[in-house]
């Protein structure tokens, strides 16, 4: 199983070609910047590193068809791939905070589709990529007379993200792969199954397709600031929806919660860990169940659990790294990757 690193959206160009020519040295697979609205274009983030590195991938983790055109977003990655020599890649999916941030007409009419939508986004995507010129009539998105001919060489990688059944059903009929989001052991249900029967029944069976996840890692030598680390990030787990809770709390903890996240989402825009008015071992547990945190005598442990999601079936885990991202990638690319080859 193969790891990438997902980097901080604060980040400037220059950092990110540092940090993945760092990566690099590793052998990390690939490294991806997160498209958030209240940050720099990920895209044009990830141009420096693509021209600076050799090996790692470059990709952009998630851009929603409701705050850009599958043709735009067709365009950037491809654009991105030029840059690369055919290194690029790309989650698509309906999810993120663009747009929530946009309230776009678009939005109001099509997001109740958000399968038809991604599925629409990801065909575009693809037909620009393996088609001279593409037409398409969609319910949502439409294209006429559109080409990238300009582009040569390899391919960008496509992925949807995706972690519920229907949308994972979908992608494996259109994309070249799937990343889930803080998907643990005892979460993935019937998950992998569903991803090979229905591989199998789009006649991919046998073909590559990549299965990735997104990770969230908080190791550091100082454990108390691991924690704190995770605490304050525990609202991007899933945004805490029931799926991700009902694992690790009590029905009665997993309602209240359902019905007041302001704590969490309170921690995560005041950059701390204090979850307040929620019982500290509900918050001890959500971080257990849902990140990896501790220090580094916890690595073998976390090591363990990435290697249950290897035998399950994941072709790689995309770990996100948040504060003092260096020494992450250093202690990873030390303590983890080897112990994953």
Do not use: C
């Not at 918050?283 to 399950?312: C, F, K, N, P």
């Amino acid at each position: 199983m193969d790891l990438d690193i997902i980097l901080e959206a604060d980040l400037t160009p220059a950092q990110i070609q540092e940090l993945s020519l760092l990566a690099e040295s590793f052998g990390f697979r690939g490294i991806w910047a997160q498209n958030y609205a209240r940050a720099r274009d990920a895209f044009m983030t990830l141009v420096p590193a693509a021209q600076a590195t050799r090996n790692i991938r470059v990709g952009v983790v998630i851009v929603s068809p409701y705050e850009m055109h599958p043709l735009k977003i067709a365009n950037a990655v491809l654009t991105l791939n030029e840059y690369a020599n055919g290194r690029a890649m790309v989650v698509v999916g309906a999810g993120g905070e663009w747009p929530l941030v946009m309230n776009s007409q678009v939005f109001d009419m099509a997001y109740g589709k958000r399968i038809a939508g991604t599925r629409e986004a990801l065909e575009i995507i693809k037909a620009s990529v393996d088609q001279e010129v593409v037409n398409y009539q969609g319910e949502i998105y439409n294209a006429q007379g559109f080409t990238t001919q300009w582009h040569r060489g390899e391919p960008p990688l496509i992925y949807d993200g995706a972690s519920g059944p229907k949308m994972l059903k979908m992608a494996t009929g259109v994309a070249d792969g799937i990343m889930m989001s803080d998907m643990h052991p005892e979460m993935l249900g019937d998950r992998m199954a569903l991803i090979r029967d229905s591989l199998a029944e789009n006649g991919r069976a046998g073909e590559e397709f990549n299965i990735s996840n997104f990770i969230a890692w908080h190791i550091k030598k100082d454990r108390e600031a691991s924690l704190d680390e995770a605490r304050r990030e525990l609202i991007i787990r899933g945004w805490l929806e029931r799926d991700w809770l009902v694992p690790y709390v009590k029905s009665d903890e997993v309602d209240a919660i359902l019905a007041n996240k302001w704590p969490f989402l309170k921690a995560f825009r005041e950059r701390h860990g204090n979850i307040e008015g929620v019982p500290a071992h509900v918050v001890a547990a959500l971080v257990e169940g849902l990140s990896l945190a501790g220090d580094e005598s916890d690595i073998d442990r976390h090591i363990e659990r990435l290697q249950e999601l290897s035998a399950a079936g994941f072709t790689e885990i995309a770990l996100r790294v948040h504060d003092d991202p260096a020494d992450s990638i250093r202690m990873i690319g030390e303590k983890v990757l080897p112990a994953l080859r």
